[in-house]
């Protein structure tokens, strides 16, 4: 028996491979830079569905896909260190997130895979693995595309007084947070990626407005401009990706690739599925 793991920022999906029956669930996210092994046992096994609870000692393999693998041995420690504890006789096999993507995505196919949700990553995957990563910068250093970009594209908008009358009240009325507020709370939360990427579904919810709109496409637009641009080729493959915000904002997300010359090939919300059906192929 094992567990397959797609671990984001914001959650974690689960699927539990038993004689090729799976059961899904969802914890939430274990990024190593921003939890510990401690916690990270704890959350999980207060989140361990009783069905698995009770075969746990049962499970063989836990694969492992995460935003945070990979960086370092410190990051991998925290990760092997809190699934070790809920799962003893389990090996473990830590990938990255971003594999998980393109396996996800493309299975055994080469392509361009790219992840956007409370943040972004991309690369170039020859079917086996990724020959090719443009660095994302992460949150405070890029992350283009993502949720967090364009969340925090709203509430700056917010705070300097750029955004229309009528959405600020929506704004406020929604939120209740002055600018003040909101800026005290960037940079005093423990996950300010996942904090600023709530903002980004204000934008979605109004992506009629005009003003919203050009977020989003600004959004995409510094992704494909200071990213995807970068890869050698780039217009010979089709962009295919995970994630919730180009999965919402899919029109706008083809309009803009469109216009650096790439097609669309799969989009997908989440990963999950994609790597049950990896694994069930090679198993």
């Not at 996800?104 to 990563?133: F, H």
């Not at 364009?150 to 509430?155: D, Q, R, S």
């Not at 929506?170 to 960037?186: D, H, S, T």
Request: contains cysteine; charged residues 20%.
């Amino acid at each position: 028996m094992i567990l397959i793991a797609d671990g984001g920022a914001t959650r974690t999906s689960w699927s539990f491979l038993n004689d090729r029956a799976v059961f899904n669930f969802e914890t939430e996210g274990y990024h190593p830079f921003f939890v510990d092994a401690g916690y990270m046992a704890q959350s999980l096994e207060k989140a361990l569905p009783d069905t698995l609870a009770l075969q746990r000692d049962q499970i063989k393999e836990v694969c492992f896909y995460s935003a945070g693998s990979g960086y370092s041995k410190e990051a991998d420690a925290v990760l092997e260190n809190g699934i070790a504890a809920i799962f003893p006789n389990a090996g473990i096999s830590l990938e990255t997130d971003l594999l998980a993507a393109a396996r996800a995505l493309l299975q055994k196919e080469a392509g361009l895979a790219a992840i956007l949700g409370t943040g972004s990553n991309s690369g170039l995957y020859d079917g086996t693995r990724i020959t090719c990563n443009i660095e994302s910068g992460g949150f405070l250093l890029g992350d283009e595309g993502s949720g967090a970009h364009l969340g925090k594209m709203v509430i700056t908008g917010f705070i300097r007084g750029d955004m229309p009358d009528g959405l600020k009240k929506n704004f406020e009325g929604r939120y209740k947070l002055a600018p003040e507020q909101l800026i005290n709370e960037v940079y005093t939360s423990k996950t300010p990626n996942q904090y600023c990427a709530r903002f980004a579904e204000f934008a979605g919810d109004h992506i009629d407005d005009p003003y919203c709109r050009e977020l989003v496409i600004a959004n995409f637009d510094d992704f494909f401009k200071k990213i995807i641009t970068h890869y050698p080729d780039y217009q010979n493959h089709s962009i295919n990706t995970v994630g919730s915000v180009a999965y919402h904002l899919k029109a706008v997300f083809v309009e803009v690739a469109a216009r650096y010359g790439l097609k669309v090939g799969n989009i997908l919300r989440s990963a999950i599925e994609g790597l049950v059906r990896y694994h069930h192929y090679i198993l």
